[in-house]
């Protein structure tokens, strides 16, 4: 069964069968019968995703906090304030934001960076047969089902200042820092932040990059090497442009999960993270359960939002192939 | 290709990089959930002075782990369990069916699993309050709210994973079984259904995993009686001490049914991830 299924996907795509009509003795019945399907699908992503948008925008223009909260529908229509609050760099709020907005940037490219080129190293190297490549195989999507938190967990404690086994290595044996070093606070905290989501990230390029390889057929290779190109030679100009379209679409999906990333920085330093490694979400988190301030919560969530929307949108035109847009 | 001295070094050391990075982390989690908080409390060791499994029982009553095991249960299994029936629902009809308005519902459901959580924390909050304001039905800190926060979240990657297992079956299979009377919805239960089941049964997995380790909408939706383990793990560490030990030794607890699930389905939802990613 699973080498039907397998065998099936490389050419099927995910739209409907190519078939034409089918027979006509039930149209009538057919017809309610898609709609009557999806239905529960619709009124789910109605209410908790389409209208909680719709409203995200709406109270980015309320003035809210702590006693207009519990009533909410009623509070005051301040227009574009959360905005030009969040958005003038020489306040302390707006400053703050441009500051994330610039660091979550830097640490989406870097986590992004190196959980692509590990994900890419490990599947290419694990795409061969060779002796314990099973257990390999197995041990490296280890992370990637481990749940997030429980990474994180792990990562506190190990870059703990005291007791931790990272302080442990650097001090007691590698004798590199005359004192413990601080890793959870102040512009450390930025390090572990990065290393601890690329240890939880990179498997899931690992998975698709695997999954790539294999419908990279093994006598494309043959020809290339007949043709004089050495291993690194093919890597370049034969895997990658082959497994080309599946990396556009992962890239894709890591770089919306990481720019977003909230369990991670939240479990490592709580729900106030040191400034030095706050990200985008956190902060809105911060703004609107720290400070009770929903509305600058939900203007900085807005533009969020556009920005997210337009990022994607450049990058599909631009990478994506034409006939995968259409068919999207 | 053959397979040179210097490849095959390159690939030894590659790998046994990485391995050393994957190994660190779950060595440390494994080797601190067997020793006592006087040595976890210290400059770390590789090895137990002395071995214990006291932090495994220790764990139960330093913080209500039970409860929070029973919550995360309740709240994922529900939503796991409903995010499946609706994603079954809607897939059939986009990938078997041809209908109007197909293609705005499909990048519909394709679109706003682009967008992160943290765009809906807010608004959702809000209306649960206003909800439970105006008709008295609570959603904030209780199951409901964030069981249908869950549900809604998985969908549309469930759906999108389970087109992909439905539109690779031949059409063939549900027209026999539709010549011998049944109707195409019957059809689709008892002839492709039980063919995609694996299919069925890893994104069911992969959905649970989403919700087991889900800590964003968690730590606003949920209180000190519906916490999850997502969230309650944190306990551990108080003003007085932290139970590196018992933190470890519960989060092996509670990462190993999904850990062993998760690989026994692997296979099978690798195929739909890269099905997936490579349409």
Do not use: C
Not at chain 2, 116 to 138: D, E, H, M, N, V
Not at chain 2, 217 to 237: C, E, H, K, N
Request: avoid cysteine.
């Amino acid at each position: 069964m699973s080498t039907l299924i397998q065998e099936a996907r490389p050419s099927t795509p995910a739209g409907p069968p190519a078939k034409g009509n089918q027979p006509t003795r039930r149209r009538r019945r057919r017809n309610v019968l898609p709609y009557v399907l999806v239905l529960p699908a619709l009124i789910a992503e109605l209410f908790i995703h389409i209208i909680p948008m719709g409203l995200g925008i709406w109270i980015a223009f309320l003035s809210l906090n702590q006693l207009s909260i519990r009533n909410w529908i009623n509070a005051d229509f301040i227009g574009f304030t959360n905005f030009l609050n969040g958005l003038n760099p020489t306040t302390a709020i707006g400053s703050q934001f441009f500051g994330t907005l610039g660091r979550t940037a830097v640490y989406t490219v870097l986590v992004l960076g190196f959980s692509w080129a590990l994900g890419t190293a490990a599947a290419y190297f694990l795409n061969a047969r060779f002796r314990g490549r099973a257990v390999l195989r197995t041990l490296y999507l280890l992370p990637y089902a481990l749940p997030v938190f429980v990474s994180a967990i792990a990562f506190a404690f190990m870059f703990n200042q005291r007791d931790g086994i990272i302080n442990k290595i650097l001090v007691d044996d590698l004798h590199l820092f005359a004192d413990r070093p601080f890793w959870l606070i102040g512009s450390n905290a930025f390090v572990v932040l990065v290393i601890a989501s690329i240890w939880t990230t990179w498997p899931f390029a690992f998975l698709l990059q695997l999954a790539a390889l294999q419908t990279v057929p093994e006598d494309v290779y043959e020809a290339a090497s007949l043709d004089g190109a050495g291993r690194i030679r093919q890597f370049f100009d034969v895997t990658l442009p082959m497994i080309r379209a599946s990396n556009v679409v992962m890239l894709l999906l890591m770089f919306l999960a990481t720019f977003n990333q909230f369990t991670v920085p939240f479990v490592l330093f709580g729900p106030s993270a040191p400034s030095e490694s706050l990200l985008i979400s956190p902060l809105i988190y911060q703004f609107s359960f720290g400070t009770w301030n929903f509305g600058l919560g939900g203007a900085v969530s807005t533009m969020l939002l556009v920005l997210l929307f337009v990022v994607s949108l450049i990058y599909i035109r631009l990478v994506m192939p034409k006939e995968r847009i259409r068919r999207a | 290709m053959r397979e040179t001295l210097s490849f095959k070094a390159v690939r030894a050391v590659v790998l046994t990089v990485i391995t050393g990075i994957v190994l660190l982390p779950l060595y440390v989690v494994l080797v601190s959930s067997f020793k006592p908080l006087r040595d976890v409390s210290g400059p770390f060791t590789w090895l137990p002075e002395t071995f214990t499994i006291e932090p495994y029982i220790q764990m139960w009553s330093t913080i209500p782990l039970a409860k929070y095991l029973f919550n995360s249960l309740i709240v994922t299994t529900l939503s796991t369990a409903l995010a499946l029936v609706i994603a079954v629902l809607a897939a059939f009809a986009l990938a078997r069916l041809r209908w109007r308005g197909q293609r705005s519902f499909s990048l519909l459901v394709l679109s706003t699993q682009m967008f992160p959580g943290i765009l809906f924390l807010l608004p959702l909050y809000l209306i649960f309050t206003q909800i439970q304001r105006t008709i008295g039905i609570q959603l904030n800190g209780n199951y409901a709210g964030l069981i249908i926060t869950y549900m809604t979240f998985s969908v549309p990657f469930a759906t999108w994973m389970l087109m992909g297992f439905f539109a690779s079956i031949p059409d063939e299979l549900e027209e026999a079984a539709m010549i011998d009377g049944t109707t195409r919805l019957g059809a689709f239960l008892r002839v492709v259904l039980p063919v995609v089941r694996p299919g069925i049964v890893a994104v069911g997995v992969f959905t649970f995993l989403n919700g087991w380790g889900e800590v964003l909408f968690a730590s606003v939706l949920t209180t000190s009686d519906t916490r999850t383990l997502a969230v309650g793990l944190q306990a551990f560490s108080s003003q007085v001490d932290v139970r590196w030990n018992e933190m470890m030794a519960a989060s092996i607890v509670i990462s190993l049914p999904v850990l062993i699930a998760f690989l026994l389905v692997q296979r099978h939802l690798v195929q739909g991830l890269a099905a997936g990613a490579v349409k």
